[in-house]
């Protein structure tokens, strides 16, 4: 059973889920708040609020809701494995958690969530396990279509319409056996239309129609959205027990009529986004797509799917069955898989990158091809140097998850200030959103592809942000292995060359560093 997303305080204490009285403002949507930056698909949630939302963050720091609400779960299944398992079969099996965020999070955003759920109480490293909501969705949905309809270089988009988000990602098939092995065909998108601005709509519609009346709850509208077939001559009985009848507008016996038009009013604005969603999607694949995948609770109306299907030309779309769970039960056989291989079924090969992704790295100026005024003087070369960008990974590209990527740096230091205690490595991103190329210089203006010197295009202009700066500890490397070389300034530095081995999982990214080929472990990464 769904338990509703929302917390509200009273005090020290608080109440969770369904324990929330229907009329007490409450904390919702809080999750969202811990990427402040995505605004992007935000317009239903800003036309239409809910007037029982208090904003998150807005006296308690999100951070905090989260994981209150996080521990309140983990009690909450605790105490329900306790009621239907044996006392000794729960003290002798590790419990592992599997969380599920939305597809357009970023790293930032995803790595707040894992501390999160580790502050309550969920595991940590390996024993926590956080992966993207379409993701799990489409590993149940594949999984549930195979052997039947599938074959290699088969292309399918999957739509994740739920409660407060649609999400969407797409998978290309590279292999059927030994498992069915499947590639991101197009970073994933997503945006908040999900069903829940459905009941915000139609309060809105019930408050222009009969002014601040709270006769209904989020209930009534259920058998609306799963009946709704946007038929000609359609008409719908919805539960308004707290008005009185009125028969001019429509309420008899505790029941408003509404007519089919008066309800697609209310779909509408939703499902126009919602096709959005899908269609650019279908766009973002570059490939022939076989067929929609629709999963989700939303993703069970015949209304969308039947508009989907309208609007799709000649793609399939069809709906998951048992669509309503298929994120959770995606998640699940995804965290059995990570703990025991035998039990995978479908293999992610490798996901789209959602930006390019880079470090800056210092090179002796070139006045051909270089920006004369972000030169400096160097005195271990002698001779002018300018800091550049070095993409290890481009929009777009594939990125393996069982393929980590090294990348090799180099620090000096002056052997006087003394032996190197660590390292830092800033790595950047640049989300370059009309697809021009990733820029030459951080905070730079123009890529390496742009012929002239000179800038002329400036839509680069800040586009490359911060992502995230990694620590090593280098009190672990003895002394003895860091070179010490005389520079052109006659000063003696430090050579410490090294490598940080960068694995990307579903929506976690570990950082190993690597010195003289040894591995010294997973080194501290602080997003920002």
Known sequence: MAVAREIQYEGQDYKWGFQIDGSALRHQCFKLGLDPNQQHGMSLARKFPDRMAAPPGYDIPTDKLVTDYLTALRKHAERMLRYKLPHSALTSTMLEFVITVPA???????????????????????????????????????????????????????????????????????????????????????????????????????????????????????????SFRGIVGEEFQIPVPGLQNNPVKGISRGRLRMTGTEVEAIFEPVIKETISLVLGQIKATKKPVKA???????????????????????????????GWTAVLRGALMKGLATTDPTFATIRIGGRSARKHYGIESHEQYDATIHDEGRRYWHGYYGSHCIGTMGWFITKGQIVEEDKPIRISYCQLSLVSTGRPSDIEISIDVCSDPENSGAPMYRGGTYTRRMCSKIPTDRRLQDSVTRLVNVTADLNRVPERNFPKV?????????????????????VYTKYVLIHGGVNYGAVAAEYV
């Open 104 to 226: 357009a999070w970023s790293d930032a955003a995803q790595a707040k969530i894992r501390a999160c759920a580790e502050n309550a109480g969920m595991g940590l490293g390996m024993a926590l396990h956080v992966i993207s909501e379409p993701e799990a969705a489409a590993i149940y949905a594949l999984d549930a279509m195979y052997p039947h309809s599938i074959d290699i270089d088969d292309t399918f988009v999957l739509c994740d319409a739920g409660g407060g988000t649609v999400d969407m990602i797409s998978y290309t098939v590279v292999a059927l056996k030994p498992l069915l092995k499947v590639v991101e065909a197009a970073p994933g998108t997503g945006s908040l239309c999900g069903s829940t601005f459905l009941n915000r709509i139609f309060q809105k519609f019930l408050q222009d129609k009969f002014g601040d009346d709270d006769a209904w709850d989020d209930d009534v509208l259920e058998e609306v959205k799963r």
């Open 292 to 322: 929609v995948l629709l999963v989700g609770g939303f993703g069970q109306s015949a209304y969308l799917r039947d508009r989907l299907r309208e609007s799709v030309g000649g793609v399939e779309v069809i709906q998951s069955p048992n």
């Open 486 to 506: 005389r520079g052109k300034d006659g000063k003696l530095y430090y050579n410490v060359n090294f490598e940080v081995e960068i694995a990307y999982l579903s």
